[in-house]
C-alpha cells in the first residue's frame, strides 16, 4: 500500500464511520423491522445501510426519506462552517435516494453557555499558541452554529421544525446532530450500490481542498481544512440532481461524504459487486494546484455522483448543465474486484474489494 491507498482503506475499512456495524448490531435491528413490517407491511423501503432510510406512512400515498447525521469535531475549529455542512451533508443524502429535502431537526450540546471556549486550529488542545483563534463563550459559539443552521436550511428552501438543546456537556467537541426528512420525487428510491459493469460514472460539482480530514490523519497534508460550507452551490446541485433524477436514466447515486470521490466509488462498486476505473484528472476544479490525492479523497460540499448507462450519458448531462451546473464523466463500473484511481496516465491508488489479512492488519495496528 503506498500512503494514499493506505488513507483510503483505513477510512473504508476500518474508520466507525463507514463500519458502523462494527460498533452496532444491524442484525438486531433487522430483526426487529421483520417484527415490526409484519405489522406495517411495505412501509420500510430502504434502511438502515444506504445514504438514507426510505419509507412510506402506512395508509397514504407516497414515500419519503430521512437521514440523521453529527457533524460534532469540525464544530471546534469551524463552528459555522460545521453546522451548515453537516445540515447540507443530511440533505444531500436524502437527495442521494430521490428526495427533495423537506424538513430539518437538530440537537445541540455543549458547555455552560458563560464558560470559554477556543474557536479555531487550536481549539483541541484549549490553548491558543497558532495566533489566529478566537476565544469566546459557549453561547457565543453556539449563535454560531445555529446560524449556519439555518442559513443552510434558507439557501435549500428547508423548514427547521425542532429539536433539543442541552448545556451540559463537559467535552471541548460540542455535539452537532441534524435529521432531515424529505419527499420522494423518483419512482422508486435510488441506491448506492453500482448496477451493471460499463456504467459511466458521473461527478456533478467542483472538487477542492477542503475537507481534507483523512489526509491530515494521513499525514500527507500538513494543515486541517474543515469543509466550507457552500450554500448558493448546494441548492445549486440539488436542483441539477433532481434535474437528472427526472430523465428517468440514474441507476446508482451518491453524495460525496467523507472520503470524497474515493469514498463514494469504492463503496457503490464494492456494495454492488463490482469495479471502477477513474480518471481524477477529468474533475472539475474549485481552485488550482491540487495534488492527485485531494481530488480524490477531499470532502468539498456541493457534489454528487451518478451512475447512468453509456448511452444515456448526454441525456443525464444535458439535464445537469441546464441548471448551469458542472458535471463530468470521471470514469466507470468494471467486473473487476478493486477501484482503479489514475491522474494524467499515472496510477494513484487501487483499492482491493477484500483486503488482504496482512493489509488489514497493518490498517489496524500500522
Known amino acids: 500500500m503506498n500512503r494514499i491507498e493506505k488513507a483510503l482503506m483505513h477510512a473504508l475499512f476500518t474508520h466507525l464511520h463507514h463500519n458502523i456495524d462494527k460498533a452496532i448490531d444491524f442484525k438486531a435491528i433487522e430483526a426487529l423491522n421483520r417484527k415490526v413490517g409484519k405489522l406495517f407491511p411495505g412501509a420500510l423501503l430502504v434502511g438502515p445501510g444506504d445514504d438514507a432510510a426510505a419509507f412510506r406512512f402506512p395508509g397514504t400515498g407516497g414515500a419519503f426519506v430521512g437521514k440523521m447525521e453529527s457533524h460534532c469535531s469540525p464544530c471546534v475549529p469551524r463552528p459555522y462552517d ?37 474557536v479555531g486550529p487550536c481549539g483541541f488542545a484549549g490553548k491558543c499558541t497558532c495566533g489566529t483563534c478566537v476565544e469566546m463563550t459557549s453561547g457565543e459559539r453556539v449563535n454560531l452554529m445555529v446560524k449556519g443552521l439555518q442559513d443552510m436550511c434558507r439557501a ?20 452537532t446532530v441534524v435529521s432531515v426528512i424529505g419527499k420522494l420525487v423518483t419512482a422508486k428510491p435510488l441506491t448506492k450500490p453500482a448496477k451493471a459493469a460499463g456504467d459511466r460514472i458521473i461527478l456533478i460539482g467542483r472538487t477542492g481542498s477542503d475537507g481534507n480530514d483523512t489526509l491530515y490523519r494521513a499525514g500527507l497534508v500538513k494543515v486541517m481544512k474543515p469543509a466550507v460550507a457552500l450554500f448558493r452551490e448546494e441548492r445549486a ?50 481552485e488550482k494546484g491540487l495534488i492527485p490525492e485531494e481530488i480524490l479523497i477531499c470532502e468539498t460540499q456541493a457534489r454528487m455522483v451518478v451512475q447512468v ?27 473487476d474486484d478493486k477501484e482503479i ?26
Open 82 to 118: 460545521a453546522a451548515a455542512t453537516g445540515a447540507g451533508g443530511a440533505m444531500r443524502d436524502v437527495v442521494a435516494m430521490g428526495a427533495r429535502p423537506l424538513f430539518l431537526m437538530n440537537f445541540l450540546g455543549t458547555r455552560p453557555l458563560e464558560e470559554k471556549v477556543i
Open 156 to 175: 435549500m428552501d428547508v423548514f427547521i421544525v425542532g429539536g433539543g438543546f442541552s448545556t451540559s456537556f463537559s467535552d471541548i467537541v460540542p455535539a
Open 237 to 286: 446541485v440539488m436542483e441539477a440532481s433532481l434535474a437528472a433524477f427526472g430523465t428517468g436514466k440514474i441507476r446508482a447515486c451518491s453524495d460525496l461524504g467523507a472520503a470524497g470521490i474515493g469514498a463514494a466509488v469504492c463503496e457503490s462498486a464494492r456494495y454492488g459487486g463490482f469495479g471502477a476505473r477513474v480518471d481524477l484528472g477529468k474533475a472539475a476544479l474549485r
Open 309 to 335: 448507462a453509456e448511452k444515456d450519458v448526454d441525456v443525464v448531462l444535458g439535464a445537469i448543465r441546464a441548471k448551469k451546473v458542472r458535471a463530468d464523466v470521471i470514469g466507470e463500473i468494471t467486473r
Open 341 to 366: 484511481f489514475e491522474h494524467k496516465g499515472r496510477t494513484v491508488a487501487v483499492i482491493p474489494n477484500t483486503p488482504s489479512p496482512a493489509d488489514m492488519k497493518e490498517l489496524l495496528h500500522g
